[in-house]
């Protein structure tokens, strides 16, 4: 059995690798490579930033990064392919991203970009090229279960661990990928493995932006896509009353308290809730963000059970940078899940997702629509 679990050697086993032009998924090339098996490295072209083209170091999708990644391959010595999806990722991605703010949502467009560019298109295309499996430089970690099935683990770094960010990814796109970086226990030991390799991006810097918002101004590429995204109303309390006016539900999320400018309250006021109907930036005291009800959609329960109508005790992330807390999910009728946390939980946003875990095994998720208090029968979408 090689180190990627298939029963041939390696050099019989065909691996494509997703080359974003990072030190991440450049040091899984080398790596395989140099393990023997036989390597495809393919970059998708994503977004045409034309004459907008970042110049930022810490740009993602920057210029220089289809450059990046074939001169890494050139140095590795395999095959390399860059593969025009602009326009699925404008239908898929960009497009969604819109929409989810028209909608009042926070978006994660790197999920959507996960669930669709990258772990279904391209994985058509490794199933076309022959390849036994898909490698990508993510930090996740890929283990066999007790019934042999493949399952889905945070990867040994927590600073590191993309797992919330990769919720949507099936069983069976599972059975085919490969994360080799899952393991490390720091980005150094990448940046070190690259270096070993001699490879250039041993020390280019990790991107910090959404590939299609290099400049971080996610409102000024909403307002050109859905020019009404940018239209002011009005800022009022929990009550109704009008506090003030806003330059566009696009400037604001749930839990934002600065840049809201209204003075003379008697204590701090947070986005409580958008309202794109109404054009309304709901405003409130802090422990009105605080919740334990939170339903979600479209779940991706990777055990491939459902849920019992008792219920499962998880942990669950709502936001990618929180601490897991304590749940019990239920199903709905509606197709839904219940999430009923057992702590309520702060600024819980629409558009994010919910992630479950037991332990360090990651069961699924689904995006969070809407969320209340216990005993709220209001909804609060």
């Not at 930033?49 to 920057?62: D, E, H, I, L, V």
């Not at 020390?203 to 918002?213: A, M």
């Not at 101004?217 to 002011?232: C, I, T, W």
Request: net charge negative; charged share 25%.
């Amino acid at each position: 059995m090689n180190s990627l679990g298939f029963d041939k050697a390696p050099e019989d086993t065909r691996v494509v690798v997703a080359m974003s032009g990072g030190v991440d998924s450049s040091a899984v090339a080398a790596l395989l490579k140099s393990e023997g098996y036989d390597v495809v490295g393919i970059t998708l072209q994503l977004y045409d930033m034309g004459a907008n083209a970042p110049t930022r170091a810490k740009s993602c999708c920057a210029g220089r990064d289809i450059y990046d990644a074939r001169k890494v391959a050139e140095d590795i010595d395999i095959p390399y392919y860059v593969l025009d999806y602009e326009s699925r990722f404008r239908e898929e991605v960009i497009d969604d991203f819109a929409d989810s703010y028209m909608r009042g949502e926070t978006p994660i467009p790197c999920v959507k970009c996960n669930q669709t560019v990258k772990f279904r298109d391209l994985l058509e295309t490794s199933y076309d090229l022959g390849a036994d499996c898909m490698a990508t430089g993510h930090y996740v970690q890929r283990k066999l279960g007790a019934n042999g099935r493949a399952e889905l683990h945070r990867a040994a770094d927590p600073n590191r661990d993309q797992s919330y960010f990769l919720f949507t990814t099936t069983q069976e796109q599972l059975d085919f990928l490969r994360f080799p970086l899952g393991h490390l226990t720091s980005k150094a030991e990448t940046r070190a493995l690259a270096a070993k390799y001699g490879l250039e991006v041993a020390d280019k810097p990790d991107s910090q932006d959404i590939c299609f918002v290099p400049d971080g101004k996610y409102a000024r590429l909403v307002e050109k896509l859905r020019p009404e995204a940018g239209e002011p109303g009005e800022i009022v309390d929990l009550d109704g009353n009008v506090l003030g006016d806003h330059r566009g539900l696009i400037h604001y999320t749930v839990g934002q308290r600065r840049g809201l400018n209204i003075g003379g309250t008697a204590e701090p006021l947070y986005v409580v809730k958008l309202s794109p109907e109404k054009r309304q930036v709901i405003v409130g005291p802090k422990a009105a963000l605080a919740k334990k009800l939170v339903y979600v959609r479209e779940l991706n329960w990777l055990d491939g059970d459902q849920i019992d109508e008792n219920g499962v005790e998880v942990e669950v992330k709502l936001r990618s940078a929180m601490q897991p807390t304590t749940a019990t999910i239920f199903p709905e009728a509606s197709g839904e899940a219940r999430i009923e946390l057992h702590d309520a939980q702060f600024g819980i946003a629409p558009g994010q997702a919910g992630v479950f875990y037991q332990g360090e095994r990651v069961l699924g998720g689904g995006w969070i629509t809407r969320e209340e208090l216990i005993g709220n029968t209001a909804s609060a979408a």
